[in-house]
């Protein structure tokens, strides 16, 4: 979901549609029909004016860019890789993030960088997502299946990640970015039994500086309520949000 011009919401589907909802009208007035599988991500273009371009994905990796006062596709182009999950632009780069890599490639459509964790990663793991921290110069990213978050330095992208370990996480599920904090959801041990666990880690010191318990199930999901609360909520077997206060 992608708000656009102050007027319009940009929202994508499953069914591969982009909806423009008027927030004037509370109603759909345009329909994009251009992709052909679930829409995954959508972003405009950096700055504080209106954007004249919307960049949208899907989960087969396409990428169409849009212009918004026509609502035509100007370009398009396929992202290597299997599964699509999201996109952001930072410094003139489209940053997207697939099943097996983050891809920094420009917004033509030429790959300039590839950010993986091993060569075995390809086999047994996923790619939750990323936050990139302007101020730090750092893209920190999440994987299904492993109890690190990976941070990657914005000046040499070439250097293998640094890890931050997770204490007694078995499953990370979601993260996000709260001011200068990550905060990491999944499923750890507290006191050695399973518990849905919220890691809160210090982006500066890369150190994990709360973990916080308040459901039974795993934390599949975290929102952040203009930095200063941030709600969590579980899984189906528990189907609990809980509201936490952001020091």
Known sequence: ???????????????????II??????????LTDHRAGVTGLVAQDGTQAPSTVYSCSVDGTVLAWDVSSLRVTSRFQV????????????????????NSILVMTTSGFLRQELKIDDSFKDRNTFLGFQLMHEQEQLWAACAGYDNIYVWSLKDLAQAPQRVHLQDCSEVKCMIRVKQQIWVGGTGLSPGRPKGKIYVIDAERRTVEKELVAHTDTVKTLCSAEDRYVLSGSGRDEGKIAIWKVE
């Open 80 to 99: 290597p890789g299997d599964g699509l999950s999201s996109i952001t632009l930072h410094s003139d780069r489209l940053w997207c993030c697939t099943r």
């Open 22 to 31: 008027s927030v004037h009208s509370m109603s759909c007035n345009k329909q």
């Open 1 to 19: 979901m992608l708000m656009v011009e102050q007027s319009q919401v940009w929202v994508g589907s499953e069914d591969s549609v982009i909806y």
